[in-house]
């Protein structure tokens, strides 16, 4: 499926429904998990595997277009 988040968009901590593979295909998003920041661009793969605990958070200042991959 193909998400999209506007311009200063984002969520607060929480752990993924299940493990997703998610490719950046427009905008920047920064992503927090267990302590770690990235910024993911265009073309960018992030493997979403945090189905428990506090989860990761994320933000974008420019909004984003991701394809996410259902994967469990």
């Known amino acids: 499926m193909?998400?999209?988040a506007p311009?200063?968009?984002g969520h607060p901590e929480q752990p993924?429904?299940?493990r997703r593979l998610v490719v950046l295909l427009s905008g920047e998003c920064e992503v927090t998990a267990s302590?770690?920041?990235?910024?993911?661009?265009?073309?960018d793969l992030l493997?979403?595997?945090?189905?428990?605990g506090t989860g990761h958070?994320?933000?974008?200042?420019?909004g984003f277009e991701?394809?996410?991959?259902?994967?469990?």
Request: glycine letters at 14%.
């Open 35 to 43: 302590g770690e920041t990235v910024i993911a661009r265009p073309g």
């Open 47 to 52: 493997l979403v595997e945090d189905t428990t």
């Open 57 to 62: 958070s994320s933000s974008t200042t420019t």
């Open 2 to 4: 193909v998400v999209r």
């Open 7 to 9: 311009v200063g968009g």
């Open 66 to 72: 991701a394809l996410m991959i259902v994967l469990d």
């Open 16 to 18: 993924e429904a299940g």
